[in-house]
């Protein structure tokens, strides 16, 4: 509908008929969705279980459930972020910095990227560990004010955060389910079984 036409309103009832089509033409750039819709498409796409939460309460709710689902309340786990142990310390975790003694890792992110659904983590949340030296089930505690639209946004904004001392080991955590072995990029990729606690702040 046109400017003139929202303001004046239309003239007939062939005009009224023509601004009610919503068909867009297929050389009409695509609407682009909000990047946290993005982020969860692509998230669950790569095999990803996300969970929203409105407040701290549906957090902690939340993570006793995927403990009950997964059998994982007598278990130990790995944190290694110990601001998130302090959080989270009403669950009495038996915490552990074994990977073969632990039934899953709990920890944050650096950003959450909206653009293919993966997770931008560093040594504050994983030390000098490999990926594949962690264990195959991560429980992820982020907040909707860490989504970025791109990994290159998320590595600027570990700078800023970081002037003083830039941490080491960035990576990004995309593959949330076994692989196609057709698919060549995800070759040498470390799967993990993925649980992401999205608490609302903004």
């Not at 669950?44 to 957090?59: D, H, I, T």
């Not at 910095?97 to 950003?111: L, N, P």
């Not at 030390?127 to 639209?149: M, Y």
Request: net charge negative.
């Amino acid at each position: 509908m046109s400017l003139f036409r929202k303001i004046f309103g239309p003239k007939s009832d062939d005009s009224k008929e023509r601004s009610n089509i919503d068909e867009r033409s297929k050389y009409m750039p695509e609407i682009e969705l909000p990047i946290d819709e993005r982020f969860t498409i692509n998230f669950k796409a790569n095999g990803g279980k996300f969970l929203y939460c409105e407040n701290q309460n549906e957090v902690e709710e939340n993570l006793q459930k995927i403990l009950l689902e997964n059998d994982w309340n007598e278990k130990k786990v790995m944190i290694l972020d110990e601001r998130l142990a302090e959080r989270f310390k009403a669950f009495d975790f038996e915490s552990t910095k074994k990977t073969s003694e632990a039934q899953f890792f709990f920890t944050t992110c650096e950003y959450l990227i909206g653009n293919d659904g993966s997770l931008l983590i560093s040594s504050n949340q994983i030390a000098e560990k490999k990926l594949r030296d962690l264990p195959a089930s991560f429980v992820i505690f982020a907040t909707t004010s860490q989504f970025v639209e791109t990994i290159s946004e998320g590595l600027h904004g570990i700078k800023d955060k970081n002037r003083e001392r830039i941490p080491s080991n960035i990576t990004t955590i995309k593959h949330f389910k076994a692989a196609d072995d057709g698919d060549f990029l995800s070759y040498g990729s470390s799967t993990k079984d993925l649980y992401l606690l999205l608490l609302e702040d903004l």
